[in-house]
């Protein structure tokens, strides 16, 4: 499964844009077979990374991978023609540096449905340090939102 879509990427350019992509035949029209194709690099280059400290493919595609695929493949597909705008290659450049963290564990890679073990929010700060408690104090003093 495809960690982005075409769907993904018309929201990123316009379809007039896409169809400039990839429309080498001059019909007017996307030619979803080059987006496939261009997605499919994105996610094995993508892979080539994160295979470093996950399994991949990923079942459960986290949004900065899906991100990362959009990007990617939008740099590929103007790749096929002369020239790529300087956005797009900062993009790129900046998706890379992102994917060369997580494989060398500089940065996490949350992954979906997995449990991380912590299912409670954890805070420094313990029952006593709360300024308002449930119920009336053991001395009769003020602090309860029992009145209230």
Do not use: W
Not at 28 to 54: N, P
Not at 121 to 144: E, H, N, V, W, Y
Request: proline fraction near 4%.
């Amino acid at each position: 499964m495809p960690y982005s879509l075409k769907a993904d990427i018309l929201k990123e350019i316009s379809e007039a844009e896409l169809i400039g992509l990839t429309d080498d035949e001059g019909s007017g029209t996307v030619d979803e077979a080059r987006v496939t194709a261009e997605i499919a690099k994105a996610d094995a280059l993508i892979d080539s990374y994160c295979g470093q400290v996950a399994t991949v493919p990923f079942t459960v595609t986290p949004a900065v991978i899906k991100q990362h695929s959009i990007t990617i493949a939008i740099y590929f597909l103007f790749s096929r023609r002369s020239s790529v705008p300087e956005v797009r290659k900062q993009n790129y450049n900046d998706a890379i540096a992102h994917l060369k963290d997580i494989a060398a564990g500089k940065a996490s890679l949350p992954i979906p449905g997995e449990d991380s073990g912590d299912d409670e929010i954890q805070t420094g700060r313990s029952d006593d340090d709360r300024i308002f408690k449930m119920g009336k104090t053991s001395d009769g003093s003020s602090g309860s939102l029992d009145n209230y």
